[in-house]
């Protein structure tokens, strides 16, 4: 797993220079006592910091006790938000700055401490508890802060330990969830492919060709293997794409359309809060992008002539965006409309690739065939099953208003430009 990596990091073929942070990862039966031998010859194990949260304790106290270090516990419904990252924060600066943090448990924990340990300049470690989600070696940290979605540069982790007894004991929904996530790749690979072409973001095809092998061996293991079997190809798959955005510098492999419509759902805006989790949101989220894509396809005869500023207008953000517009303004046009990742695109951008584009989309599988697949392993297909409502404004306006939650080049933000900008 580590292997194709490092060598990526090593001498990419591409000729460019690839970070990698995280240079040990042991998923196998005894990785606990691989992390305790870790952190004691390494660091001041009596001054290492296990985080942890209410559900994950149990596995918290496997590591500290033998350290003889300190556990900090957050609430077992802990986000990752400014509220959280404030109590760990406050926790490290008046008490002894730890030697290392040990994050323990799923997502939210892992984006707590890795956002607290890069505030603090703390090395920290992975020890996922569930195969639920791929930040487990990402190294930005998604974030709700102040109600919008943000994705902040952070601390990767410099080693992981999963242990199978562990992770393969988590309740089975968690490793659905983990399915969903990775199902997202497919829209997420397919508009960075996307952008590649449009407007020449860097795309290296040896990160890419990774994100795939990691895409296609949990859709295969989801399909074939019983759910008690599931966990392991699951986890390995997560890793390998926190390895990719490590490797990409940013969370371009792992994260697109599919992902922003996740993210838009967590900001409340036109939902109720809801306790879906995120790796769910994420696959109902790529059903729906995959209908949207295949259904408005005809868009690449278009010429473009955005009128950028009208498409990020308080008039058309604020009717969804409410007390959040000037931040997701300030996201999608930071230094004026020059910034807009809309301005890279040329007037024939798409109609001279019109070819090529329409190649890529019939190639994209059905919604169907991604329903069928995250269904099989127990994990929601529809918009009901995540408790959101299923009306056709609400889709709709999900559709059209979840690629503002980034200033990211995705396929839907063009779908959106087109329709906003008149």
């Not at 994705?151 to 990767?156: A, I, R």
């Not at 207008?313 to 004026?336: A, M």
């Not at 990211?408 to 933000?413: E, V």
Request: with cysteine; net charge negative.
């Amino acid at each position: 797993m580590l292997k194709r990596a490092i060598a990526i990091a090593e001498r990419c073929p591409c000729g460019r220079k690839h970070p990698l942070s995280t240079s040990v990862i042991e998923c196998r039966d005894g990785a606990t006592e691989l992390l305790i031998r870790y952190i004691s010859g390494r660091y001041d194990p009596a001054r290492a910091l296990v985080v942890c949260d209410e559900n994950t304790a149990q596995y918290a106290e496997r590591i500290a006790s033998p350290l003889g270090c300190r556990m900090f516990t957050l609430s077992g419904s802990a986000h990752a938000n400014e509220i959280y990252t404030g109590i760990l924060s406050d926790h490290i600066k008046n008490t002894d700055i730890p030697s290392v943090m040990i994050a323990c448990g799923s997502g939210s924990i892992h984006d707590i401490t890795r956002f607290c340990a890069h505030e603090n300049s703390v090395s920290f470690v992975s020890y996922p508890t569930a195969a639920s989600v791929d930040g487990f070696v990402s190294g930005v940290a998604a974030m709700t802060m102040h109600g919008q979605k943000l994705t902040y540069p952070s601390t990767s982790p410099e080693a992981l330990f999963a242990e199978p007894s562990v992770f393969c004991g988590a309740p089975e929904r968690l490793t659905a969830s983990g399915v969903g996530d990775m199902i997202g790749k497919i829209t997420a690979l397919f508009d960075w492919r996307v952008s590649n072409i449009l407007t020449g973001e860097e795309l290296c095809p040896e990160i890419y060709d990774l994100m795939k092998s990691a895409l296609s061996s949990v859709i295969d293991a989801s399909r074939s293997m019983p759910k008690d079997r599931l966990a392991i190809p699951v986890m390995e798959g997560l890793i390998l794409s926190g390895l990719a955005m490590q490797l990409s510098g940013n969370s371009r492999p792992a994260s697109g359309s599919e992902h922003h419509m996740s993210h838009f759902w967590e900001m409340h805006v036109a939902n109720a809060p809801t306790d879906a989790l995120h790796g769910e949101k994420v696959g109902v989220g790529t059903v729906l992008m995959l209908s949207h894509i295949k259904a408005t396809a005809d868009i690449v005869s278009q010429e473009i002539d955005f009128d950028i500023g009208r498409i990020f207008s308080r008039d058309v953000v604020f009717p969804v965006y409410g007390t959040l517009t000037d931040g997701i303004i300030g996201e999608n046009i930071p230094n004026g409309i020059t910034s807009s990742a809309l301005a890279k695109l040329g007037k024939r951008s798409l109609s001279s690739n019109a070819e090529k584009l329409r190649s890529m989309i019939s190639s994209l599988p059905d919604a169907g065939f991604v329903k069928d697949a995250i269904e099989r392993v127990g994990a929601p297909v529809t918009l009901p099953m995540l408790s959101l409502p299923d009306g056709e404004e609400f889709v709709s306006t999900s559709l059209y208003y979840s690629p503002y939650v980034r200033n990211r080049l995705t396929f839907a933000k063009i779908i959106s430009a087109f329709r906003f900008e008149r």
